[in-house]
């Protein structure tokens, strides 16, 4: 879970200047200027790969990606993984055209992929692609600007897509392009390549967001069902804690959709918090899980009787996803975008306000035993010590109590009101 990630990326944008697309970069580090690349199969894979961990969606803002593929990268099974209506894929001017190409791009726009032809020289056997793809990149940089008007007219009898000007350096340059019709621009002259470090969110914890965020939209077990079932890790790790000691079970539960009616949404998504957060902790960060999950139950214990349900549940999750960032290695702006959570939740762990903050800075100050500041938000909240002293010691034996090592922690004992979800 500490792999970190870099990629570039460069904004590609209309005759008005208006954001439309990204080309994103291969980088080895942030201290890359440009990519130094021994292998383009490595380069293509490693920015699909990076694109992956830090999220498309916040990492393209509902933009397109442009992304440079070489011949081994386009033939590989790689290019399948990022979702088609978030991607341009380049053709790199080192592919050769042959029969084996294009039908692998026809395959692949069959699909719903998109494609560009990158640094475009018009040379007669790149014809067959144009029809093809949906953007032409032309290098204005390198080439005089009377060659570039000759290429736009050369091709437009078989190209019906768009151009996209490249390395436009300076404001002459992006008239003379935007006179001679081309629609997008990207160069030094509207920003260079900005470099992302993030430590990435890794596939196991993708799996366990995306179901998380199906849960809190869900109105119908069988959307979480399946999902479910093709994840046999998460199953076998959902039905051990449905059968496990602590949730009182009358008959042993078999099936995910036996279990998802036991349990109900309310309890699975958060028993998804916890194995987010908790799950396969190293030797470093042990302690710090049971801290976060010691913490997200006492703020749920003192919110118990001064909020509903809903609230004491989200209290949990706001003292659980306090400690997020160093348990799992991640920004929590990131964590917070691939995890929509309700405003208090947010509130509470960013700006540090709300009616949320007092419970969370209470526990903090508990744990630390600053005797000054629990007796301060003890005050806000109108918590007497006899109660704080009650919930400290209950949350600990609960974290005890269901603290396992080959399961990941368990959530509540199950109640008749589970299953209604």
């Not at 526990?363 to 919930?391: C, K, M, V």
Request: hydrophobic letters at 45%; a negative charge; glycine letters at 4%.
């Amino acid at each position: 879970m500490d792999k970190e990630t870099f990629l570039a990326r460069q904004p590609i944008v209309d005759a008005t200047h208006q954001l439309f697309a990204y080309e994103l970069l291969f980088r080895q580090s942030m201290a890359s200027v440009s990519a130094h690349i021994t292998s383009q199969l490595q380069a293509g894979v490693e920015v699909i790969s990076n694109t992956l961990c830090l999220g498309p969606d916040w990492l393209l803002h509902g933009k397109l990606a442009f992304i440079n593929l070489d011949e081994a990268t386009l033939m590989s099974d790689f290019v399948s993984l990022l979702p088609p209506h978030h991607v341009v894929y380049e053709i790199l001017e080192t592919v050769p055209v042959t029969p084996v190409l294009i039908a692998r791009i026809q395959e692949l726009r069959q699909l719903g992929y998109r494609f560009a032809l990158d640094d475009f020289v018009a040379l007669e056997e790149y014809r067959p692609l144009l029809p093809m793809v949906d953007f032409v990149k032309l290098d204005v940089l390198e080439q005089h600007p009377e060659k570039t008007v000759e290429i736009i007219e050369h091709i437009q009898r078989d190209f019906k897509g768009q151009f996209i000007a490249e390395k436009v350096e300076t404001r002459e340059m992006f008239e003379l392009c935007r006179n001679c019709g081309i629609q997008y621009f990207q160069g030094y002259y509207f920003a260079r390549p900005e470099t992302l470090a993030n430590n990435a969110i890794q596939p196991g914890q993708l799996s366990v967001l995306g179901l998380m965020n199906k849960v809190q939209h869900c109105e119908d077990l069988g959307e979480i069902e399946e999902p479910l079932r093709r994840n046999a890790a998460l199953t076998l790790r959902l039905l051990r804690y449905v059968n496990s000691a602590a949730s009182g079970l009358r008959q042993p539960v078999h099936t995910v959709r036996q279990a998802l009616v036991q349990i109900g949404l309310k309890t699975l998504y958060r028993w998804l918090a916890l194995l987010l957060v908790t799950a396969n902790p190293t030797p470093t960060n042990a302690l710090l899980a049971r801290t976060a999950v010691t913490r997200g139950r006492i703020c749920e214990l003192l919110g118990q009787t001064r909020f509903d349900r809903e609230a004491a549940d989200e209290l949990f999750m706001t003292g659980l996803f306090s400690l997020a960032e160093p348990l799992m290695g991640i920004p929590l702006a990131l964590l917070l975008e691939q995890l929509p959570m309700p405003a208090p939740i947010v509130e509470a762990l960013v700006q540090h306000t709300g009616p949320y903050a007092p419970f969370l800075k209470l526990a903090d100050a508990s744990e630390r035993s600053d005797f000054e500041q629990i007796a301060h938000y003890a005050g806000e909240i109108a918590a007497t010590p006899e109660e704080i002293n009650l919930a400290q010691l209950r949350s600990l034996a609960w974290t005890e109590e269901l603290t396992s090592e080959d399961t990941p922690m368990a959530v509540e004992p199950v109640t008749s009101e589970a299953g209604t979800g």
